[in-house]
């Protein structure tokens, strides 16, 4: 249908982490992410290769989500 609009949009912290993604379909559907930081304890940990997401929240900053991030890159343990 013409005048529906359709979009994704992201926004993002001063380094470069995603903290916010708002789905627009109908209604808008807003998400928004919380890390740890930096990890030294990852293997080849540079910049911001070391922070994980340990929690997601909804639009209202409900949580929705926790994550357990092991100390590989992208090393996913347990999402509650």
């Known amino acids: 249908?013409?005048?529906?609009?359709v979009g994704v949009r992201s926004q993002y912290d001063i380094f470069g982490n995603r903290i916010e993604?708002?789905?627009?379909?109908?209604g808008t559907a807003?998400?928004?992410y919380a890390y740890d930081m930096w990890n030294p304890?990852?293997?080849?940990?540079?910049?911001?290769?070391g922070s994980d997401i340990?929690?997601?929240l909804?639009?209202?900053?409900?949580?929705t989500s926790r994550e357990l991030q092991g100390d590989g890159?992208?090393?996913?343990l347990a999402y509650t």
Request: aromatic share 2%; glycine share 12%; net charge positive.
């Open 41 to 49: 304890a990852k293997a080849g940990a540079m910049g911001t290769s």
């Open 73 to 76: 890159i992208d090393e996913h």
């Open 21 to 26: 993604k708002d789905v627009t379909t109908t």
């Open 1 to 5: 249908m013409l005048g529906n609009r």
């Open 58 to 63: 909804n639009g209202s900053s409900s949580l």
């Open 30 to 32: 807003v998400t928004r």
């Open 54 to 56: 340990w929690a997601v």
